[in-house]
């Protein structure tokens, strides 16, 4: 087979996998591991496919290309339901916790309405209208102003001096992507700001990603892996990446799907 119809069919594998491992492609194709990574360079070159660690995928969207949150929240949902569900079992009565934008922070707000005397931060239009559609006496729900971006959230100056001035002891986060190299990242300048406040504003940190998170990379960093206090991603994330994960963060919680 010649190199270009090798690449054509490995493309074509790509696409309909999402992604694939150097190894897999050596094991299909019977070549080297080092023609199988020239294949990959000449595919990542033509803005065809991503690199990653041990293998590539699909190419994704620019950096800084937002999604609008309708998009995203029709996206692993039975993925986000679960990971939500971890989640709220870490919150208990009378805390004070914050969550970010994000459409698996949103699933978590539905899941909050038995927790008495809860008081919820958020920056997220979405986060507060889930809480407000079932309202408890007993439940405070603050939702920061600012300039509102493609996903929901409220961001800029007026939102991070709202949440400076708090002090909260958990934060729910939503990541756009991360990977060893970056971090967690956001493709949004301005909601990556409101997100390092709100990490500030936290005892501790509860990061919520989906595995199709791992190796997305945004525009803005928010935080090194290592500022995670506790992971929850669900069982479609890679073993090398809970490898990788699981040696930065303080604790990876790995959720079943139905």
């Known amino acids: 087979m010649l190199a270009q119809q090798r690449q054509t069919a ?7 996998r999402g992604g694939v491992r150097v190894s897999q492609l050596v094991s299909r194709f019977g070549v080297s ?3 199988i990574r020239r294949d990959l360079e000449v595919l990542a070159e033509r803005g065809l496919v991503d690199k990653v660690h041990g293998g590539a995928t699909l190419a994704g969207p620019g950096s800084a290309e937002e999604p609008g949150f309708a998009a ?10 679960a ?3 971890r989640a709220a079992r870490m919150v208990e009565p009378g805390m004070a916790i914050a969550l970010s934008a994000g459409t698996t922070t949103a699933a978590l707000a539905t899941l909050l309405s038995d927790v008495r005397g809860l008081t919820v931060v ?21 939702l920061t102003g600012g300039i ?3 996903s929901d959230a409220l961001t800029g100056p007026v939102a991070e ?4 001035a708090l002090n909260v002891d958990l934060l729910f986060l939503g990541v756009h992507g991360l990977s060893p190299r970056t971090g967690f990242t956001t493709p949004n300048l301005l909601e990556a700001g409101v997100n390092r406040c709100l990490i500030g504003a936290a005892r501790r940190l509860v990061v919520l990603a989906d595995h199709t998170k791992w190796e997305t990379i945004g525009i803005a960093t928010i935080a090194p892996l290592e500022a995670a206090d506790v992971l929850i991603a669900d069982a479609g994330l890679p073993a090398e990446a809970r490898t990788t994960i699981g040696e930065q963060v303080g ?8």
């Open 148 to 150: 509102r971006t493609p």
């Open 161 to 164: 001096a709202a949440i400076s």
């Open 10 to 16: 490995i493309l074509d594998l790509i696409r309909q």
């Open 83 to 85: 990971i939500a569900e």
């Open 251 to 258: 604790e990876l919680v790995v959720v079943e799907v139905d």
């Open 122 to 142: 958020t920056n997220s239009i979405p986060v507060a209208d889930a809480l407000y559609q079932n309202p408890r006496a007993d439940q405070t729900v603050v």
């Open 33 to 35: 591991d080092m023609t």
């Open 72 to 81: 995203k929240s029709i996206r692993q949902q039975a993925e986000k339901r």
